[in-house]
């Protein structure tokens, strides 16, 4: 039998050893100019799937808007299954088509076993603050001429029918959450893209009207720093965790299955915590492995999911996947339209989307609803930054 973990490390592309912010200073003059050249149907409406969002953030007021909370996805899947996974309505654009050597045989259990290993001996790093820096690819909307209308829930706002272009928008995000304080510094480096010449050209037509951005204001208008004296909560349906009970959560696959069937049974109603209408049980497996695999738990912890998401059915696998800053890895998903793109060789989450995926492709910085991570990693104050 083939080793697991040398099919891991077949997998692993050399430009994963490059650090992530370095790639993207690189890639940023080709990225916009890509987008800005593309070709592509302007997105549409948006799916009622769960929000990209890994760790929905939760103050005691509810979900906290334009702040980067902790990131993370999950990995599943079969290269012997569908090598393309349609994105929600409200995703432009398409991947390439898969290579031979891009889809290479390789089952979801064997892939989510070896992960498990290589999650396992990754650095856990120390601090109080879990800190994640981010680049979100979203849709955008021109400003109202009217009453400007209230800043929507990242990840959830499709492209405003009838304003005649398809417009998005990339911005760097950065947070820090502790046990009881936290900060968050938002619309970084913004940029804004359109699905095609035209719909920039339509764009310029309209009068280049100012386009939303994160800090739910339009154009240019500065980054946003806040800073918050409260404890902050992650999690899905009624289930949160605080940042030290997430550290506390089980280093075995029996008993983090445990947890989890404990919530999912508790949970009133598991179509909200899911999204889907009906979810099963390993719907919601995946659902938190977005938040965990990328979120302050232990690595133990981690690879203790990646063994419990081995268990679970119909999830797929695309090799040779690249993010909107050209960083290779391997796309699982759960068929529900939200994809997660891993490291083969580190088992870390590189992104999360709800675009349309393909084994072989790139995801579209103007397809929207893609979540990049450039660092995440444990630090001791809100003001420090990892190394």
């Known amino acids: 039998m083939t080793d697991p973990l040398q099919i891991v490390a077949d997998l692993k592309p050399a430009q994963l050893d490059h650090i992530a ?6 890639r940023r003059a080709s990225d916009l100019a890509r987008a800005l050249g593309a070709e592509g149907a302007p997105p549409g409406r948006a799916a009622a799937r769960r929000h990209p969002r890994r760790w929905p953030l939760l103050t005691g007021a509810g979900v906290l808007s334009a702040a980067a909370a ?34 290479a045989k390789l089952d979801a259990r064997t892939f989510l076993l070896a992960s498990a290993t290589v999650a396992s001996h990754a650095s856990a790093g120390t601090g109080s ?3 994640v820096q981010e680049r979100d690819f979203q849709p ?7 009453a400007q209308r209230p800043p929507a829930k990242k990840g959830t706002k499709p492209v405003v029918q009838g304003q005649g272009f398809a417009a998005f928008y990339a911005a760097t995000e950065e947070s820090w959450i502790g046990p009881a304080t936290a900060r968050t510094i938002v619309n970084e480096d913004l940029q804004f893209l359109f699905a095609s010449p035209a ?8 009068g280049q009207p100012k386009l939303a951005n994160p800090t739910g204001g339009f154009g240019y208008n500065g980054t946003r720093t806040s800073d918050y004296r409260e404890t902050f909560y992650f999690g899905y349906g009624v289930h949160r965790l605080s940042v030290n009970q997430a550290r506390k959560l089980p280093a075995t696959e029996a008993a983090l299955n445990a947890v989890l069937t404990r919530w999912w049974n508790r949970e009133p109603d598991k179509q909200g915590a899911v999204g889907p209408a009906h979810p099963d049980f390993g719907q919601y497996v995946f659902t938190w492995a977005g938040a965990l695999l990328g979120g302050p ?14 268990d679970q059915p119909g999830i797929q696998v695309m090799a040779g996947v ?6 290779a890895g391997v796309a699982i998903a759960d068929g529900t339209g939200t994809c997660l793109l891993i490291d ?25 609803g893609t979540e990049v991570i450039l660092k995440a990693a444990w630090t001791p104050a809100l003001s420090a930054r990892p190394s």
């Not at 929600?88 to 398409?94: D, E, K, L, S, V």
């Not at 088992?347 to 995801?363: F, K, M, Q, R, Y």
């Open 70 to 103: 902790v990131t993370a996805f999950a990995l599943t899947g079969a290269l012997a299954g569908p090598a393309s996974v349609p994105g929600h309505p409200g995703g432009g654009g398409t991947g390439a088509s898969a290579t031979p050597s891009a889809v």
């Open 322 to 327: 690249s993010d909107p800053l050209g960083r």
């Open 199 to 206: 719909d920039k050209a339509r764009w310029i037509a309209h």
């Open 21 to 26: 912010e370095d790639a993207y200073a690189r």
């Open 344 to 368: 083969p060789g580190s088992g870390a989450l590189l992104a999360t989307t709800t675009a349309p995926v393909h084994a072989g492709g790139e995801i579209a910085p103007t397809a929207g």
């Open 129 to 131: 603050y879990w800190y």
């Open 140 to 146: 955008t909307w021109a400003e109202p001429k009217g």
């Open 297 to 310: 738990a232990t690595q133990a912890a981690k690879a203790a999911l990646y063994r419990l998401l081995a």
